[in-house]
């Protein structure tokens, strides 16, 4: 299926340790059509990740794992935007996604690190009463992003679905300097089938 999305985005999670946040994070994204997933100091058993991953996604999606945020690679002319509880960060319903993203969610009740915080361009908090689900979270950005962002016939004034069909439209990818893709090359893992498949074998 084409996508409806204009520019394209990553998505990662700093931190994480437990398996099911992360395939829960993962299959969204593939659902969503992201562009490729990672992990920041990652520590969780690689094989109960396929048993949430339904979708396959780190099958289908480039998967990179950096040891630290001082090794992370953006693609050209990305931002990078935090998703965390700031005094300071802006309201999702009022943020403008940038066209290019890479999106950081932070480790389960510990959130993003002082590190990644610096790191980011713009940091989005969901206006909630408390914190919620890892998994939940990253689903709600990029659902608001593909609602920015997207391309869809406008909503009419009275109930019901559009009357105006939606032109189609091309859209780019991303995209990596040369001395960008050799250091990100080095942090690209081969997905964990095997491990996947043992998981599901066991189910």
């Not at 790191?119 to 908090?125: G, I, N, Q, Y």
């Amino acid at each position: 299926m084409e996508s409806r999305l204009r520019g394209y985005f990553g998505i990662g999670i700093e931190g994480v340790s437990k398996p099911y946040n992360l395939g829960n994070v993962f299959r969204t994204a593939h659902a969503f059509d992201a562009a490729f997933v990672f992990t920041i100091r990652a520590s969780y058993a690689q094989e109960e990740v396929g048993k949430v991953d339904t979708s396959d996604a780190l099958a289908a999606l480039p998967f990179y794992r950096f040891p630290d945020v001082a090794d992370l690679v953006v693609p050209s002319g990305c931002q990078v935007v935090g998703i965390e509880l700031t005094d300071d960060a802006i309201d999702l319903p009022s943020f403008r996604h940038p066209v290019r993203a890479v999106y950081v969610l932070g480790a389960e009740r510990v959130g993003l690190s002082d590190a990644m915080l610096a790191r980011c361009d713009h940091v989005v908090k969901i206006p909630m009463r408390f914190s919620i689900n890892l998994g939940m979270a990253g689903a709600l950005v990029m659902y608001d992003r593909l609602t920015t962002l997207g391309r869809f016939a406008p909503r009419p004034v009275r109930s019901g679905g559009p009357t105006e069909p939606l032109a189609g439209h091309r859209h780019g990818t991303a995209f990596f300097r040369s001395s960008e893709a050799q250091r990100l090359a080095r942090w690209q893992g081969a997905p964990p089938m095997a491990e996947v498949a043992d998981a599901r074998g066991k189910d």
